[in-house]
């Protein structure tokens, strides 16, 4: 069953369309990445998804009801819950307060704060610390956490590798089949291509707003990947530098090729 | 003994003007909205309790009983229709407006009431007095209000950490659009701020109100007390508060002890050595950094 259709989608920035006609949907229980360079309008697409940009054009369809006008808080209430990038938790809460304000419009489901505390081992020992206090992988786990405690039937991950050691973002990317398991639908944005690669059923490549490519891991080679990620111009200097991997963590160079905006900027795509 | 009389009633001030700042002290913790219309607020809500009492003489509970409702539902709308829209222009926009409802409440009151000064007459309240020696007396009125000072900031404090509700608010305090995509529906839960805030105001009005003469211009000054509270005290935190009413109360008090003259000066003079000294103030909010 279709959870989740978006049907030729316009997202403006200010004068710039970040998303172009884009349609894409996601089956109830799968696990979606969406893959491209900085700038290639992934978080503005999970902005519009999410309901805090409003889309210029296009529908957005969650479990056959149109929810393209519906603000924010009502998303969560049908069951749309997005992990914002930079995690964007409430500094002055403890990390246990963070959870409960996740709950604020829980619908019923698995989900509560023993069942978080619990995929998240260490959070018990440190409920009580502000969570300003805590690391940024820390802060990510908490910040997924906080989603997940409103028992979504879509979650919306936007870079949860931004920023953090690879060992970090292991770990946290290990969460998410037992996310996927509780029946929760994900869709993940990423830069990091090797680990979306790892864990989606399906992958879509933006390229500047646009699907340019789609399908299941197994079914695209690197060489596809990399041509669809950095647009064809550049696609030999690109397969020179490595596999798809070691390239996509490389944020410098991914930003240069594709979009001319340079590195890893949190704010780059906001 | 008689320095002790002015340290205790310099605390029973206090509340009173704890009470008061504590509106201006949730509003600004929660959506950094500084209200200048917050003595005028005040005053409307002592003229409004003395319309009511005027054709029920003595019945001033009941005056309480429907003005606090009465002016929370009043801070509700006017955030929902006018305040959350300039908040969003910026904060410059939402002084200009508070002070914009500042000189209109003064105009509609000069323009109902007169110039005249009033008092709200408080019956038993106003003259009773706990004696405890033969210096120290302490007045039933000061220490109700003192009382009730205590019962509003706690219940505020264990409404905004215990329930969920006051979780979200304060969760809004740091980012409203995180709010958002937890649920929180910010606009509301902002106007439900303003509304507590707005309510504390008509019970701080209308007791003050009981204590001494009122007249359409009193809300700045009220304004400028309830102000210097905040600050002394740390800006958004609700202890700081409560401490910030006391040390005024306690300075202007003990001053006045010195030189009756110098009431008002020695409230401002701890203002301006905070300011200047401590400028996060007594006790400050936990930062969001």
Redesign the interface.
């Known amino acids: 069953m279709t959870l989740l259709e978006v049907d030729t989608l316009t997202v403006h920035h200010g004068q710039l369309p970040a998303i172009r006609e884009l349609s894409l949907s996601a089956a109830e229980g799968q696990l979606l990445a969406v893959i491209g360079a900085n700038g290639a309008g992934k978080s503005t697409l999970l902005g519009a998804l999410a309901g805090i940009l409003r889309p210029s054009t296009g529908t957005i369809r969650f479990d056959e009801l149109d929810v393209t006008a519906l603000p924010a808080h009502k998303r969560v209430a049908a069951g749309i819950a997005l992990v914002p990038e930079g995690r964007r938790l409430f500094g002055s809460l403890t990390l246990e307060e963070n959870l409960k304000v996740g709950a604020y419009r829980r619908r019923p489901g698995p989900w509560d704060i023993d069942r978080v505390m619990d995929l998240f081992g260490w959070m018990r020992e440190r409920a009580r610390q502000r969570s300003s206090l805590l690391s940024g992988g820390e802060q990510q786990a908490v910040a997924i956490g906080r989603a997940l405690m409103g028992n979504p039937r879509l979650l919306l991950l936007d870079e949860v590798s931004l920023g953090l050691a690879p060992i970090v973002v292991r770990r946290l990317y290990e969460a998410l089949p037992r996310i996927q398991e509780s029946g929760t639908t994900v869709l993940v944005v990423e830069q990091d291509v090797s680990q979306a690669m790892r864990v989606a059923d399906e992958v879509i490549c933006l390229l500047e707003g646009r699907a340019v490519l789609s399908g299941t891991p197994v079914s695209l080679t690197a060489e596809q990947v990399e041509r669809a990620y950095f647009g064809r111009g550049v696609a030999a200097r690109a397969v020179e530098s490595g596999n798809v991997g070691s390239v996509a963590l490389d944020g410098g160079a991914v930003g240069d090729g594709a979009t001319g905006t340079a590195g890893l900027d949190p704010a780059g795509e906001a | 003994m008689l320095w002790v009389n002015a340290i205790v009633q310099g605390i029973l001030l206090g509340g009173l003007y704890a009470l008061f700042a504590c509106g201006l002290s949730v509003v600004f913790g929660v959506m950094r909205v500084v209200n200048l219309a917050h003595g005028d607020l005040a005053v409307l809500a002592a003229f409004l309790a003395f319309s009511l009492t005027g054709p029920l003489p003595g019945h001033l509970l009941l005056a309480a009983v429907v003005v606090i409702p009465l002016l929370a539902a009043v801070g509700y709308a006017l955030h929902r229709a006018l305040l959350h829209r300039s908040l969003r222009v910026g904060p410059l926009s939402t002084l200009l407006a508070t002070f914009g409802l500042s000189i209109v409440l003064q105009n509609l009151l000069l323009e109902t009431y007169s110039a005249d000064t009033h008092t709200l007459p408080a019956g038993v309240l106003t003259a009773g007095s706990i004696r405890v020696n033969d210096q120290i007396s302490i007045s039933t009125l000061a220490l109700l209000t003192f009382g009730l000072a205590v019962v509003v900031l706690v219940g505020i404090q264990l409404f905004l950490s215990r329930t969920?509700l006051g979780?979200?608010m304060?969760?809004s305090?740091?980012?409203a659009?995180?709010?958002?995509?937890?649920?929180?529906?910010?606009r509301h839960i902002y106007a439900i701020a303003m509304g507590i805030a707005f309510g504390t105001i008509a019970l701080a009005g209308v007791l003050s109100a009981m204590r001494s003469s009122f007249n359409p211009n009193t809300g700045p000054t009220m304004l400028i007390f309830a102000f210097e509270a905040v600050v002394i005290g740390g800006l958004g935190s609700l202890w700081g508060t409560l401490l910030g009413g006391m040390v005024l109360g306690l300075a202007q008090t003990l001053c006045a002890q010195i030189d009756p003259a110098l009431t008002l000066l020695g409230g401002h003079v701890i203002f301006l050595a905070v300011l200047a000294f401590r400028p996060q103030g007594l006790i400050p909010?936990?930062?969001?950094?």
């Open positions: 969920q979780r979200m304060r969760a305090a740091d980012d659009t995180a709010a958002s995509i937890v649920g929180g529906n910010v909010a936990r930062s969001t950094a």
